[in-house]
């Protein structure tokens, strides 16, 4: 009887020479409005005024601060929670988050020097175990909360002590020394030596830290498998539903992350010259590098932010912190003003998306 | 026969477990049961209470712990006592120092004044024109930071503020304070910070030997490890390795290993017929001693060498 | 009818705690047609056709796809057998694009070796296919093609998910209710596709309270009742009169009425 | 028109960066009538009634409330001006009840002591209330009356919203779409619901692409094109084809037209 | 033209005597299927199994576990913690985070011990402005994070910093001791009182613990306020337009949540008997109060779970860590055990949450 469904609709006569026409406004084309929709469409360069800004300020304050070596300094302190804050960004990105990153970081650091020193293994051979051995410890990680479906904080929460306390009891507490790495398996400390153009020292590290904030950063644009890292996050049933294999893509991004924080772990000793399993990273660098992520403009909740925010992020704390260690005297007062520094910069950062939006 | 526990205030720092592993041995040697408990940072006297907490419901007959907080601890200590347990406390005296059994202890004070007077001695003149970094613990300031901290400044001849506190020194010569956690990965942080803010210290003082390995680490980047004299408390083997080496110019080396077997013995003897330790004459406790370990002694500074120290060293 | 189903149910149940969303429910999907699916609200409609793609789970009963019986533990299962499903929640990721979601997990590349080794997106093609299929649409009102779907007004959310089934489904492509947030040239869109695609032979299920849509283009109609298939008319058999009195109980159909 | 405006716009503006939601658009709604807002998707028909709600800002413009410029920051501003209205999203929260959301800001409490000092809930009579108007709707198929909303029906959900909406609006009751997701039955209630509140006196902003229900109950028809008014007109003066085509743009009303 | 709008729905005859009465369908009545519909419904049940197993297997595998002491030493230690939870879950059911708990609760034991024994102020009135400030700094949080709409991460990892260096300056790092306490203000030491039926000692704090659990669980179960504060965190933009104030929701959480950080710092007094600045609650009630609060099974994201759920998540922690240092010897050992049974419990829980479903 589609006859009286027909008359049913027969008011759809209307549509015959309906507009085809994309819908178009005329746009405000003054500067401001510009740079505001410049902001509104690049939100990671929101960080980025932040950071200039206390750049400026900090030089004003401190004569010493301009200095090319500060900034290389705040680079090189800056590379390992910069590194984490790689890993963190991707798992965070998939509204997970990753309280093992730096004990991953640290026992990945000591398996390769032990593996050397007390295996007597040919130190490029230790480094890619260490770097195989960090990514299985990240893909433990991410089957359990892909597979077995537990919480990510619970899940890492676990295997941060895990991690911890297999990295001291394997290594007994025992501290390899940078004199004898150097002589006998310099690889290890591959990531400490350094480039002096006009006498400033830009460590390996940092270019390293540099390269990977790139390249993630174009896999998570320009990439098929780094929009379904944001997809996860955003929405998990509809990322499933819509055909994106969220348990494959939790597992991935979990075992690279593992995987970066054994990098960071072979970094750590280049730059801290030893191997020390009680080095502070382990139990500082998750609330580190999600310190770094945050302030760069990710999401706690997934899906949304970028990683050149959490460059800016992890570069706003360096700078804080090395800036009031230069001007004012007390570690105290320090602290104290590191606290009020952080909660300001993300307040300005907040004020001009508000702005811009 | 029957069971001892061994709380320290970390189990990731060298120095507690050598000290556990000491304890171990002798306990194994006595045939007493031992249990070792830890609290989780430097400072966690909560978890040391707990740990106090399992070993009076354990049922053990005595306790050796090096406090973290020398004076919230001693309300738990008390309990252990009123329990019919004995209880020791080594590494670390509380405050007030009778509220244990007894004490086997470094001196830390006198372990920074060692170092402080070693290091002016050596300096001679340029002493008076130093310029000192300090590394310190953390910004909790327990009480070894302290004491050792301020021990070390007395010694270098510097003048005290009010000595239960570091930081309040006004001397021109101190560059600054930075604290380090105790490890390489913070000292190396520490003394790259304190080098951007002036790049000509040339003295720097370390709470222990990681976190001088790290401040070294930061100089020698830098090229400056040749000019600088860096001194250090605690005299494990590795530490005692880089005054060998001539990395660290002097260190204050304390003896865990005795602390703890004397803590085991005296638990042991306690268990058999009630006898508690006597302290060393003259002081509150036993002071298990401490030696200063350098290949370039000092005028007026009583110091072994570092094949003495190597000999000596724990771990 | 001697042809065999392409997809069929038989016995599906599900329940969740207290509540009986399925009750020994059937259901037939013949090669090439329309099928429309009707019921009240709640009747279980948008639970069976989960079921039938992976998305839940049923408690019990069984599944076969052109003979053969089939288990989807997900929808990338179904999807892998060929049917694509537009649910009603729309399954989009918020903040993500237009063009990303309409592409979500089947990505076109660039060209050459930025698209084989460094795995490019190819951005400007996505995004012009996407700009195509919404003015198939009829949904000229979207300004930037690069605006989140979260920022999508109701209806030009549910444009782009419709898009999307349309454009890739290969065997079965099942719409529930693809119509309710669109307005009439844009429904009337909706109607000329779903006859577009049956006419390349997929068959098509339609979940719709929109009746006069439902008797203009379906072959048969499925009509839903407490959890179960009441009965399957044909439109020229009925009126739309009818059919809505079988879905909320008003009557009950004959071959119903004599089974009982 | 000699009566006043109960609720009034003119020249508002919204715009999301690039975007253009509202661009130069009036609004007049008068005491006691029905009427109902038409336009394609993504004509700016939420934006509008999100905007006279509070729920956004416009970035220029102004509103004005029985006579008097009002600024609402926020929905409850709104509400506390007896605004009530059920917006396209529906607003619920997924994790509690039907009850909770029902009564969301405006709980019962138990009476006595209980309620009064220990500020107990009356759940029991939170409960029978939402039940009542759910039967009302015509919602038959809720069998748990403490199910999470998130877990309801895509339909069943947008009956509690009416439900709500209609239950507590004291001056104007707006509704973007509010039989989008129901069945006929439900539609039905709903078109009964909305007749039921203007005999109460109460104006009611109805947004809709169901013609013949528009048609049906409007006094008059808002229709918008391209972020503004395009015109008003009365469902006695054109038919629903004349209204489908001059919100499509395929035909020009003759006021504008002369206008321009 | 009514009339052709009525034509297009005269289909809508076939309503009449449409069906009128509420779907019903016959329900499977086995005991198995009523566990299984009573976890479904009760799902703060589910960490209660857990627990009650974890209690046997201690039992069995140490003697002294199952004396009424060590319950009473579990149940003591896990007074503090608990608290802290009170005030996390609070937070978490808004989709917060509150790092500064721990940081709130010594800086509040600082001041209210400090303000009797350096300004003489009777202990009773010390109290009541520790409570006071206690309130004041979670109120803080409250309107950062409401008002200025900044990451709840952010603030209270700011405010953490803030507090705990506020309170080593403050305190010039000095414990004040107990036997002071005890002779001079007593009332401090109120919580650490203790009733010994039969023997065993039960701290007043283990009480109030219990009596704020049951408070909290009707507030948010059976009052309006209960159910915004889940709204809120289930969606608040939802909350908002659906007419909750969700500021001054946020600002009161936070605020009582920074009040029972202050009882659970003066609890910290009656408890340790001294006032010291360098509690490890500073630094670690943060990560213990979450790690309850996610065992217990509540949802970071927000507005899913249930106060008494974080209760057991507590003693489930608390009954591991006694009952692997009775059972066990090396604390290495012991963390990395209880990383594992961590894992283990919550796995479990998701499992039997699974069946019941
Ligand atoms: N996860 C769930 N938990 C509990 N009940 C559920 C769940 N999902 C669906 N239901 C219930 O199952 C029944 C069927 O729901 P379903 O979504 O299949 O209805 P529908 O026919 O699609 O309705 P509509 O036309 O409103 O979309 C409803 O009563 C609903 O409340
Ligand atoms: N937050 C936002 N950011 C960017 N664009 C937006 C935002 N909200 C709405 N828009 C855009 O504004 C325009 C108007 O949207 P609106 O939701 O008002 O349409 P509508 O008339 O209600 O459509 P529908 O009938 O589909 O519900 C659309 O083009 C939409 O994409
Ligand atoms: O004495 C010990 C060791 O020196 C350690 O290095 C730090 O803690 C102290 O208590
Ligand atoms: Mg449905
Ligand atoms: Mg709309």
């Known amino acids: ?357 | 026969e029957g069971t001892a526990c061994l709380i320290t205030k970390t189990d990731t720092n060298p120095f507690f477990v050598k000290m556990k592993e000491g304890a171990e041995a002798k306990a194994k040697e006595l045939g007493i049961e031992l249990k070792a408990y830890a609290g989780k940072i430097d400072g966690d006297h909560e978890g040391q209470v707990a740990a106090v907490e399992a070993c009076i419901a354990d049922g053990a007959k005595g306790i050796l712990i090096t406090a973290s907080d020398t004076k919230a601890i001693v309300d738990a200590v008390k309990a252990a006592r009123d329990a019919g347990v004995l209880v020791i406390a080594l590494d670390t005296p509380l405050d007030p120092i009778d509220a244990a059994d007894a004490t086997f202890a470094t001196d830390n004070f006198k372990a920074g004044e060692l170092i402080g007077q070693w290091a002016k001695a050596t300096m001679g003149d340029g002493a008076a024109t130093a310029k000192i970094a300090l590394l310190d613990l953390s910004i909790a300031q327990p009480s070894v930071d302290v004491l050792r901290d301020q021990g070390f400044l007395q010694g270098f001849g510097v003048e005290l503020g009010d000595p239960a506190k570091w930081g309040d020194e006004t001397d021109p010569r101190i560059v600054g304070h930075e604290v380090t956690s105790g490890n390489e990965e913070g000292g190396l942080k520490a003394m790259e910070t304190l080098l951007a803010k002036d790049p000509e210290i040339n003295m720097v003082y370390t709470i222990n030997e990681p976190s001088a390995a790290g401040a070294y680490e930061a100089l020698k980047a830098v090229g400056r490890e040749k000019d600088v004299l860096i001194v250090s408390v605690d005299g494990g083997c590795p530490g005692v390795g880089n005054v060998k080496d001539g990395i660290i110019g002097a260190t204050s080396q304390q003896y865990p290993l005795d602390m703890a077997s004397k803590g085991i013995e005296a638990i042991a003897a306690f268990a058999k017929d009630g006898t508690k330790p006597a302290p060393t004459e003259g002081k509150a406790f036993v002071d298990t001693g401490v030696a200063l370990v350098t290949d370039k002694p000092a005028e007026g500074v009583e110091s072994i060498d570092t094949a003495k120290g190597t000999e000596l060293c724990w771990g | 009818m001697t042809q065999e189903p392409l997809l069929k149910a038989r016995g599906l149940y599900k329940r969740y705690g207290k509540v009986t969303a399925l009750n020994n429910c059937d259901f037939d999907l013949m090669p090439g047609e329309i099928l429309a699916v009707i019921g009240d609200n709640g009747a279980g409609k948008s639970s069976l056709i989960k079921a039938l793609s992976g998305a839940v789970q049923p408690d019990e009963g069984e599944i076969t796809l052109e003979g053969k019986q089939v288990h989807f533990a997900s929808p990338l299962e179904a999807r892998g057998h060929g049917i694509e499903c537009v649910y009603q929640t729309l399954a989009m990721s918020p903040a993500l694009s237009i063009a990303d979601n309409m592409f979500m997990g089947r990505e076109l590349r660039k060209p050459g070796i930025m698209g084989s080794l460094f795995r490019q997106l190819d951005r400007p093609a996505m995004e012009k296919f996407a700009r195509e299929k919404l003015t198939e649409l009829g949904l000229m009102t979207i300004q930037n093609i690069n605006q989140a779907v979260e920022t999508l007004s109701g209806g030009q959310r549910q444009g782009v998910a419709v898009a999307r089934a349309a454009a890739f489904g290969s065997k079965v492509v099942i719409l529930d209710e693809p119509t309710a947030a669109l307005g009439v040239k844009e429904s009337r869109r909706v109607l000329e596709l779903i006859r577009d695609v049956r006419s390349r032979g997929i068959p098509i299920i339609l979940i719709s309270h929109n009746m006069p849509h439902v008797f203009e283009v379906a072959d048969r109609i499925h009509i839903h009742r407490l959890g179960s298939r009441l009965c399957v008319i044909k439109p020229g058999d009925y009126s739309m009169s009818d059919a809505v009195a079988f879905m909320t109980g008003a009557k009950v159909p004959d071959e119903v009425a004599e089974a009982a």
Request: proline fraction near 3%.
């Open chain 1, 1 to 357: 009887m589609s006859s009286d469904a027909k008359a049913a609709t027969s008011y759809e006569e209307g549509l015959k020479g309906a507009s085809e026409s994309v819908a178009e406004f005329k746009e405000k084309k003054s500067a401001l409005a510009r740079l505001q929709h410049w902001l509104h469409m690049t939100p990671s360069a929101v960080p980025m005024i932040v950071l200039i800004a206390a750049v400026i300020i900090f030089g004003l304050l401190s004569p010493n601060f301009f200095k090319a070596m500060t900034i290389s300094t705040i680079l090189q302190q800056i590379a390992i929670v910069g590194i984490l804050g790689c890993a963190q960004s991707l798992v965070v990105l998939t509204a997970g988050i990753d309280l093992s990153v730096g004990a991953i970081a640290v026992f990945s650091s000591v398996l390769m020097g032990q593996f050397t020193f007390r295996y007597g293994i040919p130190a490029p051979i230790s480094i890619l175990l260490g770097l195989a051995l960090g990514t299985a410890m990240g893909f433990a990680n991410g089957w359990l909360v892909a597979k077995v479906k537990l919480p990510p904080f619970i899940v890492t929460l676990g295997t941060w002590q895990i991690i911890l306390a297999a990295n001291y009891i394997y290594s007994a507490n025992e501290t390899i020394r940078s004199s004898e790495i150097a002589e006998v398996a310099p690889a290890l400390q591959f990531w400490g030596n350094s480039i002096q153009p006009g006498g400033v020292k830009v460590l390996y590290a940092v270019f390293l830290l540099i390269a990977m904030v790139a390249v993630l950063s174009y896999v998570l644009r320009q990439t098929a498998w780094g929009r379904h890292v944001y997809a996860v996050g955003d929405d998990p049933d509809a990322a499933e539903l819509a055909g994106v294999q969220t348990k494959r893509v939790l597992i991935q991004v979990y075992a690279l992350a593992g995987l970066f924080c054994a990098i960071a772990g072979w970094v750590m000793i280049g730059r801290f010259g030893s191997v020390s399993p009680s080095a502070s990273t382990g139990q500082l660098g998750n609330i580190q590098s999600i310190t770094a992520v945050v302030i760069g403009g990710i999401s706690l909740f997934g899906g949304r932010g970028s990683i050149v925010g959490m460059f800016f992020g992890a570069l706003i704390v360096g700078v804080f912190e090395m800036g009031l260690k230069m001007v004012g005297t007390d570690p105290q007062w320090t602290f104290f003003l590191i606290g009020l520094l952080i909660i300001l910069a993300v307040a300005v950062d907040q004020w001009i998306r508000k702005a811009s939006a």
